[in-house]
């Protein structure tokens, strides 16, 4: 596939050296979460900079950065993903790869994948329809914090914005 930045890029045959944070911030803030199934826009990029913010400042760039495989698979709404053991497949390879390209660890921390959980109830008290249905997440409740919903050029700059604060962080 061409990325954002006109780079070539095999999503099923990724390599951390054809990873760039301009193409991950860029689709992320171009992805709508929910496929689409919002109030509002409210984009990847932008819940990746809340993950980023509120799972801890050891695993802020891994909270940032885990959801960096929808940039080049797309994001898959859950009832459909868990049917789709290739697609998974490669979403984990894919986010492995990009750990990999900012020098983390490959496994995404539980401390980004409770915070992700936290926010998701998050998102869906302020940007889905309210139903009666009950969503089963293990966690304790939502975040405390009010969603912006920033158009996509907002979110890819604050996106970009995170990612070197964080990267200068760690030099």
């Known amino acids: 596939m061409q ?9 099923l045959d990724p390599r951390p050296e054809d990873v760039a944070i301009e193409d ?3 689709a992320l803030a171009m992805v709508c979460r ?3 199934h919002c109030l ?4 990847v990029a932008e819940h990746s900079i809340y993950v980023s913010q509120h799972c801890g400042e050891a695993d802020a760039l891994a909270g940032l950065l885990h959801d960096g495989s929808e940039a080049y698979l797309l994001d898959m709404v859950r009832p459909v993903k868990r049917f789709m ?3 998974r497949a490669a979403e984990e390879r894919l986010q492995r790869v990009v750990y990999e390209a900012f020098g983390l660890d ?22 889905m329809r309210p139903t009666d249905e009950i969503w089963s997440v293990d966690v304790d409740g939502p975040l405390d914090i009010p969603l912006d919903c920033h158009p996509p050029y907002t979110a890819k700059t604050l996106f970009l914005d995170r990612f070197h604060q964080l ?3 760690r030099r």
């Open 167 to 169: 990267m200068q962080a």
């Open 34 to 36: 929910f496929g689409g």
């Open 24 to 26: 991950i911030a860029h």
């Open 3 to 11: 990325t954002y930045s006109g780079r070539r890029f095999w999503p």
């Open 85 to 87: 053991p290739d697609y």
């Open 40 to 43: 509002r826009f409210y984009s």
């Open 106 to 127: 490959p496994v995404t921390p539980a401390a980004v994948k409770r915070t992700d959980m936290a926010l998701l109830l998050t998102e869906r008290a302020q940007v």
